[in-house]
């Protein structure tokens, strides 16, 4: 169980037209025992879902798109039981805001890799706090944010080494940067590398 509490958005007014409308507390994780450690990880972060990556569900969820678990998580011993589709991470967000379905009342997280556990906290950010997706890479630099610092808040846990941790860091600047470029877009602050470096900010972006 990695502790996953709610953070400040730190984005501006208008990012987010629900922000915290859950409140997260906790997420369950599973990955197989025969998955390489995380110490040392270094995996590239890539701006998408990577295989490995998986919300199986407690129990059958009709409201959401949904495919065979053991379809995409390899090693868990899963036989009839459904996940999310891994397309439908979009629908899931909005769906899970529009019914109010508690996020750890629906699926356990299933994440082989650093890569599918970054991105699988960055989903998480997302189920908890809903935005109508009109700034694109400013609402992904708040799940980015999120996601890193609960990352970091459970590195013992996980074992990761800061070495991975600032590997990561390093990576979501990368990527937030270029997501600004492409959407046309001035990034809050002049320098990402600092602001994904440095602790969750205290202040508005």
Do not use: K
Not at 4 to 24: E, I, K, L, N, Q
Not at 48 to 56: M, T
Not at 108 to 114: D, E, F, I, K, V
């Amino acid at each position: 169980m990695l502790d996953v509490p709610p953070m400040p958005r730190v984005v501006p007014d208008g990012v987010f037209d629900a922000w915290s409308w859950c409140s997260s507390d906790v997420i369950e994780w599973r990955r197989p025992a025969s998955a390489p450690s995380f110490e040392d990880a270094t995996s590239r972060v890539e701006g998408q879902n990577p295989p490995g990556l998986v919300f199986v569900m407690r129990a059958e969820c009709t409201f959401l798109p949904r495919e065979l678990a053991r379809l995409h998580a390899f090693g868990y011993g899963l036989d009839d039981e459904l996940a999310l589709a891994p397309w439908a991470i979009d629908d899931a967000t909005d769906l899970l805001y529009e019914r109010r379905a508690r996020p750890r009342d629906v699926f356990w997280l299933a994440a082989s890799t650093l890569d599918a556990l970054l991105w699988g906290l960055h989903d998480w950010a997302h189920f908890h706090n809903h935005g109508p997706f009109d700034q694109p890479a400013m609402t992904e630099l708040q799940c980015d944010l999120v996601a890193l610092a609960w990352l970091r808040r459970n590195a013992g846990a996980v074992g990761l080494t800061e070495r991975a941790l600032v590997a990561v860091a390093r990576g979501l600047a990368a990527l937030s940067r270029q997501r600004f470029d492409d959407e046309g877009a001035r990034a809050p602050v002049a320098d990402l590398d600092a602001l994904f470096l440095g602790p969750y900010p205290t202040t508005p972006l």
